[in-house]
């Protein structure tokens, strides 16, 4: 694409014609057969919409925070807490901004916001999200990344250095724009727009396919079409004319049952194949499953399939780790190098955001990751009780770990200590208990 501050925004076409690429259509932006395929029509096929609010929603849900990667510790009073999980800008909270970004992620292949910065400091204030179609990534001849906004409604250019900007992608095969999954998608929801429309047309004909008609008589020749004065006002041939009063009487909302009534050797045929034979509803299903490879979405999570709990429960643990884990990772990534500063960053801060609110839908499998890590000494009580929206308690901040546990190299001096009272008189087994306990120490 070719860019000038001065000129607007021009493309070159497949057949390299230049054309000007207005603000007034930006679904025209697209080029071939895409040029047809427009994000609202998208969104009419349920899997599709499913997919995305889908997508969009577990992102949004996800608690983001600041933290130390050197001590691991979370800094809940860091400034960007306004920005991060208050109210990113005046006109949204934190759950509308991140489906907005969400959606323009999956829909367009690119999400942007604009980071305010206080002039004085240099800390983001707000993040403003800006539409992706008047968007476009800009490398100038010297290799500086812009971010050119074109100005919707007063056709203003701005020029947004990529310190300002937060950029979320989808697939890229230049490392710098996105491309949408709908455009590598575009045939599969493409296809099942235009199943919608036959069904649509199926049932607005009474789920009666098309025929033919077959006459006795010679119906050669043209019919004249007067007005009420007798005028002239069409000529059409006689088949034509049979066409148009079978569809007047049998076609429309509230006509197909009505009973047919043939003279003149007339016969009615049907000639195409019905539902069943077309087997529709397989179809459907298999377009579905496309759908969802595309948007890497579990089948049960669209309400679609007849899979068991057992595989449903292993599907959505797919889901977290092979398609919202790497989503999460990029955005952290980017959240960390253009909403911190510097010297934060150097300083090992870092913004994360938590996947294990996942686990709050199975309760028997957050009970035994929360037994399995209190055990081992991972977490404390007061760790396990954050991480379920509860305060501290007295004494919760201890760190315990299971006697069956011990240092390999030390392991015959543990289990003399463990079973020494069962095997000496109480004098030795105090001596040899203690000179145990001053070996552990020395090897600590």
Known sequence: ??????????????????????????????TGENAMLSRDKAMKVSTVS?????????????????????????????????VLWGRPNEAMNRLDYEMLMGCNKYLKGNAYAWIARNPATGWPEELIPLPPDPVTPFVDPRGKLWYVFFHPTTGETTWIPPEDILHYKEYSEDGIEGISILRRAAETIRTDLAAQSYERDVYDNGGRPSGVLTADSDLSGNFEVKDAKGNV??????????RREWEAVHRGPGKQFRTAVLDLGLKYQTVAMNNSDAQFIESKEVRVLDVCRFFGVPPHLVFAGKQSY??????SIEFVNYTMLPDTIQREQEDT???????????????????????????????????????IGGYSANDIRALDDRGPVPGGDTYYSSWNYGPMDMFAALSVF???GKLLPEAEASRVADEIINRLREGM
């Open 1 to 30: 694409m070719l860019f000038d501050k001065g000129l607007g925004r021009v493309a070159k076409s497949a057949g390299g014609v230049v054309r000007t690429l207005t603000l007034d259509n930006p679904e025209g932006w697209l």
């Open 50 to 82: 499913r997919c995305v609010t889908l997508r969009a929603g577990s992102m949004a849900v996800l608690p983001i925070y600041v933290m130390d990667e050197g001590s691991k510790q979370r800094i809940p009073n860091h400034r960007l807490g306004k």
């Open 233 to 242: 006002i069409e000529v059409i041939s006689k088949k034509e004319r049979l």
């Open 310 to 315: 057992e595989s449903n429960e292993q599907n």
């Open 337 to 375: 190098s253009r909403l911190l500063l510097p010297s934060e960053r150097a300083a090992n801060l870092r913004i994360k955001r938590e996947l294990k609110v996942f686990l709050r839908g199975d309760t028997e499998a957050q009970a035994a990751f929360y037994k399995a890590m209190r055990e």
């Open 418 to 420: 463990r079973n020494v």
